[in-house]
């Protein structure tokens, strides 16, 4: 089975630039997650649909953070501005059906805002 | 949602040795999960136990479950350099939100 592709791998901006991200989950997963991690913590939820609707998105900075499902199936993430603090790694992650179950995670994008 | 906490925060052990790392949490759950971190990757999921469950093995992994004590451990036995990476615990509650906390950062010497 194909895994969840996450591109671009590694994405350098500077800040008050847009970004954008995009996942493509294991198909037939319901669940989509995205979380930031930052280096040397645990990953951070920011977002999470089902199908295509948003189940949480409570840790969202919605004042520079968007994201969408198209048609419950490929994910965007976009950041605009850019600030320095945004520089993590984003992971995106999916799960067969109802959240709290094992989620299968992509390799990530790792942002640098400079 | 609640957040696992791991402990220790850093492990290092001899090849061959057993590696223990416990997770605690605060409310009730559904059931807890570990996941592993190598370098630069996504996180890999390692097992899921359920709140009625005690213990659960898979492979050199153990985990074991106390909803009274509200913790968990998992133990790596005979390690090898290869289970280097960090750990990470996510108990689902009834939100079924999975939040992670810092994660044990374990190093396997050869």
């Known amino acids: 089975e194909a895994g969840v592709a996450q591109s671009p791998r590694y994405k350098i901006i500077e800040k008050r630039q847009s970004v954008a991200f995009w996942c493509n989950p294991i198909s037939g997963h319901a669940t989509l997650y995205w979380y930031q991690q930052i280096l040397g913590q645990g990953p951070k939820l920011l977002i999470q649909f089902q199908n295509n609707g948003v189940v949480d998105d409570s840790q969202l900075p919605k004042d520079r953070f968007s994201a969408e499902r198209l048609k419950g199936v490929d994910s965007t993430l976009k950041i605009q501005p850019a600030k320095l603090e945004d520089s993590a790694v984003y992971l995106c992650a999916s799960s067969w059906g109802q959240a709290g179950e094992k989620l299968f995670f992509g390799s990530g994008t790792q942002l640098s805002v400079l | ?110």
């Open chain 2, 1 to 110: 949602s609640q957040q696992g906490e791991e402990d220790p925060q850093a492990l290092s052990i001899q090849e061959g040795e057993n590696a223990t790392m416990n997770c605690s949490y605060k409310t009730s759950i559904n059931n807890l999960q570990w996941y592993r971190q190598n370098s630069g990757r996504g996180l890999v999921h390692l097992i899921l136990i359920r709140s009625n469950e005690r213990e659960k093995h898979s492979g050199r992994l153990r985990v074991t479950l106390d909803t009274s004590k509200k913790s968990s451990s998992l133990l790596i036995t005979a390690s090898r350099a290869a289970d280097t990476a960090s750990y990470f615990c996510a108990p689902a509650g009834s939100a079924r939100q999975l939040t992670f906390g810092s994660g044990t950062q374990l190093t396997v010497l050869p």
